[in-house]
């Protein structure tokens, strides 16, 4: 069973930049599409940006140009640099996986994420 561990969020001001971690553990997570999610109170789970086995990615219109999926299969870990932070970025930030091979790598579908970390908090002040 894999077990994601997410971890880098903390508080920062506006402008500044946190860079998350996601640990896999018991999975060999690089042949499968990945991605990091977000929840900000109130509000739905929404994508951020995935990546797929090949290294493409996709991410939110919000944060294209300041966000930046990336993975080290060496390391089984995924990150996601999140520079020039605002605080509408505030939210818990999930890391999750596909279990297998699907047919897309898609933001837009959770369902097809199987494999969820705890979440770490993510806060800008302004």
């Known amino acids: 069973q894999a077990q994601l561990e997410e971890s880098g969020g903390g508080s920062v001001q506006a402008g500044g930049s946190l860079r998350l971690s996601c640990v896999v553990y018991g999975y060999s997570y690089s042949r499968y599409c990945m991605g990091w999610f977000r929840q900000a109170p109130g509000k739905e789970r929404e994508g951020v940006a995935v990546?797929?086995?090949?290294?493409?990615?996709s991410y939110a219109d919000s944060v294209k140009g300041r966000f930046t999926i990336s993975k080290d299969n060496a390391k089984n870990t995924l990150y996601l640099q999140m520079n020039s932070l605002k605080p509408e970025d505030i939210a818990m930030y999930y890391c999750?996986?596909?279990?297998?091979?699907?047919?897309?790598?898609?933001?837009?579908?959770?369902?097809?994420?199987?494999?969820w970390g705890q979440g770490t908090q993510v806060t800008v002040s302004s």
């Open positions: 999750a996986s596909q279990p297998r091979t699907y047919s897309r790598c898609s933001r837009y579908y959770l369902r097809d994420f199987s494999y």
């Open positions: 990546m797929n086995n090949d290294g493409g990615t």
